[in-house]
Structures are given as C-alpha cells and as structure tokens.
C-alpha cells in the first residue's frame, strides 16, 4: 500500500535560515509526489508536485523539493525562511490502490521565529 | 471570485441527526473531493469524483454519501451523525486526476453534540 511519512511534527527555524520539512514514501511503481500548505483557518493550497523529469522540483513562494529515489524522500526546502512561512505543510503520494486518489501524510508544523 | 466554496463555515448539530454540507467550483473543474481532517489535522481523502466515476475511500461510513447535481457542485451528506464525526471537512477540484493541482474550499467546521 501507498503511504507517505512526515517524521516531524514540528520544525522550528530563525528567519533568514534555510527551512526543510522532510518526507518519506512508500510506494509501487513511480512516485507521484506533492507538497501543500495549510495556513490557519484556511483551506490546502498547493505548492509543488514531482510527476517524472528533474529530481529538483521548483514551487510557489520561493520553496523547492528534492526527489531522492534511492532515499524514498521528497523534504521540501527554502534557503531562507520568512516569517510568513509558517504554516501547517502537507506531503501528498498518489494511492494507487485508493483510485488514485492522494494520501496525505500527517502534516509538519513549521514555525518561523523573528 | 472565489474559486471553491463551501457552506455552511460552521454547523454545529446533535447526535444522530442528519446534515448536508454545500461545495461549488467554479473553476470549470472534472473533479471533485471530500476530505476530513480532524482534531490532530490529519487529512483523508474520503471521496473523489467526476461526472464518470465515484471513488469512495473504504474506510468511509456508508452514512456518508456525495451527491453531484452537476459538474460544478458535490454536496456532501451525513446520515446519523456521531461525536466522532466532528471535524472540518474540506471540499477540493482538479482538472482531471488526482495528479492535477487540487484547489481546496475554506473548509466546513463541523461540530457534534
């Protein structure tokens, strides 16, 4: 079965430092990939998806993430962190077996102190 | 203009009654889902569809059931509600498959009593 693990509950990093978030996955045949950001009260908004092509995936808002195939991973990155990035950041996988639907991994707080 | 909606924002209801919670896209979207997250954010998808195919996650109650008047609306209806049920659900599109970036409403709070 598809899954997809965020070890971290929460991430704390100063502004101006690089932030990752980290994800790991579990799937049958190629990996389908996305990250999305939950702000308070909001709804998900998306930010960047791995389908095929280069491992180094560009997004909204200045954030990137890395497909590593060997490692099974997907963190998410930003070399320098705003204040405004925090958020509440889901990792998504494509479940094969669920009609394709995503599966979302249980989500990284990520605070970001001034 | 806002692209997903969702009504009512809130709707707090009694054990054992019945609900609907409204969601209407108008991004010109073929699909369309229900997600819950509950208290400690988790998110699952429970349905996804389009004007083909019904796909429901298994692990959802059957006293849960998505109702599509047309391409631009599932409606979300909740039979029985337990406790257990309280949560915010959010209603989300795409253009095609899951693989399309998904646009999600503001979410419905939904809390019983």
């Known amino acids: 079965a598809q899954s997809v693990a965020q070890p971290e509950d929460q991430v704390n990093v100063a502004e101006g430092n690089p932030l990752t978030v980290k994800c790991t996955y579990s799937v049958s045949g190629n990996p389908y990939l996305f990250w999305y950001v939950q702000y308070p009260n909001r709804g998900l908004q998306f930010l960047l998806k791995?389908?095929?092509?280069?491992?180094l995936v560009k997004g909204s808002y200045g954030f990137e993430a890395e497909f590593n195939k060997s490692q099974t991973s997907f963190h998410l990155k930003k070399p320098s962190a705003l204040v405004s990035d925090s958020a509440l950041y889901f990792c998504?996988?494509?479940?094969?077996?669920?009609?394709?639907?995503?599966?979302f991994g249980g989500g990284t707080r990520l605070m970001v102190k001034p | 203009d806002t692209a997903v909606s969702q009504t009512p924002k809130y709707l707090v209801t009694q054990m054992g009654n019945d609900k609907s919670i409204k969601c209407e896209q108008n991004?010109?979207?073929?699909?369309m889902y229900w997600y819950k997250q509950d208290s400690k954010k988790f998110l699952k998808i429970m349905f996804s569809y389009n004007n083909k195919e019904l796909i429901i996650n298994e692990t959802v109650p059957n006293r849960f059931s998505p109702k599509s008047p047309d391409k631009a609306h599932l409606n979300l209806h909740i039979n029985s509600l337990e406790l257990g049920d309280s949560a915010v659900y959010f209603c989300?599109?795409?253009?095609?498959?899951?693989?399309?970036?998904?646009?999600f409403g503001p979410g419905t709070r939904l809390l019983v009593l």
């Open positions: 989300a599109s795409s253009r095609g498959t899951a693989l399309e970036t998904q646009y």
């Open positions: 998504a996988v494509r479940d094969k077996n669920a009609g394709n639907m995503l599966t």
């Open positions: 791995y389908i095929t092509g280069d491992n």
């Open positions: 991004l010109g979207h073929d699909t």
